[in-house]
C-alpha cells in the first residue's frame, strides 16, 4: 500500500483533515508543476488549489490501485490546460515577461537553477539560459509544454508522465521528441555555450 | 546541436523551489474552498445500473433511427405514388389522344354539361312549387 493510500481511504470515508493532509503533502509539486506551464505564480496558485477541489470532489472515482500523485498531476495539467484555453480565447496566448513586471514575477516565471552545484561561468550563464528557456518552453504547444515539464523540470519518468496525461508511453516520447526538436531551433547556439 | 544536447540541458535545470511564503496558508485556502462545497461531497449518488446506462443511449438511437424511417417522404420522392394521382391519369390519357380528338372531347364535355343543366332545368319545371322547397 502506497503512503497516501491510508489518507486517500480517510479522504474517501470524508475526513477533510485526512484530505488536508494530502493537500500538505503535495501542494509544493501541484504549484510547482502548474508554474511551470502557466508561468505565474498566482494563476499557478489558483488553478493548483482548483486541482484540489475538483480532485476532492472525483475523490470517490479514484481507484485504489492508481497513484495518487499521478492522478492529482493529470488534474493539475487539465486544469492548468483550461486555464491556457481561456488564455488563447483571451487573445494572450504567449506569455511574455514584460518590462513592467516586477523583478519578483519574473523570477517566478519558471526560475531555474542548475540541479548541480554551479560553477562561476554557469552562474553567470544561468539568467541567459533561463530567459531563453522559458521563451522558448513558452512557444511550445499546452500537451508539450506538459510533457516536457513533467519530465525534465519535474524528474518524472516517462511512464509517470504518461500515467498523468493518460496516454501511452510511446505518445509522450513522441511528443518530447517533437518539443525537442522545437527547442533545439530555439536554442541553437546558446545550449552549446551553456554545455561546453 | 542535436535533441540529446537540449535533454542534456533539460536535465541540468529543475523548476526552482516554490518559495515557502508563496505557499503560507496554501492548505486553509483549499480547506476555505472545500468548505464552499456540499457537504456531501464524498457521499456520491449511487450509480445507475448498467443496464439503465446501456439502455439510455441505445433508446435515443432507437428513436432518432425510427423517427428518421417515419418521416413523412417528400412528394418527389415517391413518384409511383405520383403517377397514381387521378390528375396524372387523365394527363397521361389526354397526352395520347390527336388535339383535334381532344377538342372533339373537350366540347362533347360541354355539351353534356349543357344537357344535364337543360334536364336538370325540365325537371324542375315539372315539380309543383312545394316539391322544390
Known sequence: ?????????????????????????????????????????????????????????????????????????????????????????????????????????????????????????????????????????????????????????????????????????????????????????????????YLS | MNEHRIEQLLRRVRTRAIPQEQLRGYTAQVRQRLGAQPSTVISVRPALPWWVRWLAPVGVVTVLVLALALRPTPLERRPLLLAEHPLVEEMELLSQVAPEEALLLEEDEELLEEDLLLEELETLEDMEPEQIG
Not at chain 1, 13 to 31: D, F, I, N, P, W
Not at chain 1, 131 to 144: C, D, K, N, W
Request: aromatic content about 6%; some cysteine; overall charge neutral.
Open chain 1, 1 to 193: 500500500m502506497s503512503p497516501d493510500a491510508a489518507l486517500v481511504t480517510q479522504a474517501q470515508a470524508g475526513s477533510q483533515a485526512a484530505y488536508c493532509e494530502l493537500v500538505e503533502r503535495y501542494k509544493a509539486k501541484a504549484m510547482s508543476i502548474a508554474l511551470g506551464l502557466l508561468g505565474n505564480i498566482e494563476e499557478a496558485k489558483d488553478a493548483s488549489q482548483e486541482a484540489f477541489v475538483k480532485a476532492y470532489r472525483a475523490l470517490a472515482r479514484f481507484h485504489a490501485q492508481a497513484r495518487f500523485s499521478t492522478w492529482l498531476y493529470r488534474i493539475i495539467v487539465n486544469e492548468c490546460q483550461s486555464v491556457l484555453r481561456a488564455r488563447q480565447r483571451a487573445g494572450r496566448w504567449l506569455w511574455r515577461p514584460t518590462a513592467a513586471a516586477s523583478q519578483d514575477e519574473a523570477d517566478d516565471f519558471l526560475e531555474l537553477i542548475p540541479s548541480e552545484a554551479p560553477s562561476s561561468r554557469e552562474i553567470a550563464s544561468t539568467a541567459e539560459v533561463q530567459h531563453e528557456l522559458q521563451r522558448a518552453i513558452h512557444t511550445l504547444s499546452p500537451r508539450q509544454r506538459a510533457v516536457v515539464t513533467l519530465r525534465y523540470l519535474e524528474g518524472l519518468s516517462v511512464e509517470d508522465v504518461a500515467e498523468a496525461l493518460a496516454c501511452a508511453p510511446g505518445t509522450v516520447k513522441a511528443q518530447l521528441a517533437r518539443a525537442l526538436r522545437h527547442l533545439r531551433a530555439q536554442f541553437d547556439g546558446l545550449v552549446e555555450e
